[in-house]
């Protein structure tokens, strides 16, 4: 009988010594868990801010005070120099390409083979269609927040801009795992959303220049 209780004894202690161990090594790729997804959620960040140029296909929901348009486009950006937008839906205007390079800004129908040209348009830069628009805005601003959910990183800025009551508010959705921006939502003074920007597939500094 004493016999038994030794061995009872032993096998606790055992049993004990390993559950010590099993603890501190969770405990131990806990802590390492976390301090790798703080350092990428930083580099994510970092990327993104600095990109240098980007293409995308999107979806874009634009929002009136009267009714709602939904586009489905493809863009090229490089920094704040050049940009295309190329319209594929609606089929109405399936085609129409906004281009702007060199300060200038080109609207062009290929249906009709039509080009309409402005010349110094200093606004253009401004485009709130255009990533590194938020980028811009982003990086100058003093009112802006960094947060995060369990999948995204969610960067905001408001807009001191008292003129333009319709672009207030911006907030870009970073996805963790991939790194790159998933949607774009622009919000109006009183935090109605008007531009809702889906991104359904984004290479971030791709493109060299604007073919």
Do not use: H, W
Request: net charge positive; hydrophobic share 35%; with cysteine.
């Amino acid at each position: 009988m004493k016999n038994k209780k030794i061995i009872i004894f032993i096998m606790l202690v055992i049993i004990l010594i390993c559950s010590f161990f099993i603890v501190k090594i969770n405990y131990k790729k806990i802590n390492f868990g976390n301090t790798i997804s703080s350092k990428s959620v930083d580099s994510i960040v970092n990327n993104i801010l600095n990109m240098k140029s980007y293409q995308a296909d999107i979806l874009v929901k634009v929002v009136s005070n009267k009714n709602e348009n939904i586009y489905k486009m493809k863009q090229q950006n490089i920094e704040e120099k050049a940009y295309k937008q190329i319209i594929e839906e609606p089929s109405e205007l399936k085609d129409i390409e906004i281009v702007f390079r060199d300060n200038k800004l080109e609207i062009k129908n290929n249906k009709l083979n039509l080009t309409k040209l402005y010349e110094n348009y200093k606004y253009i830069s401004e485009n709130a269609l255009i990533l590194t628009s938020f980028i811009k805005d982003y990086n100058s601003e003093t009112e802006k927040g960094l947060r995060e959910t369990e999948n995204e990183i969610i960067l905001e800025v408001k807009i001191k801009n008292e003129l333009n009551k319709y672009e207030k508010y911006k907030t870009l959705y970073v996805d963790k795992q991939t790194g790159n921006p998933t949607k774009l939502e622009i919000k109006d003074i009183s935090q109605n959303v008007r531009v809702y920007i889906l991104y359904n597939e984004i290479k971030i500094n791709s493109l060299q220049e604007i073919v």
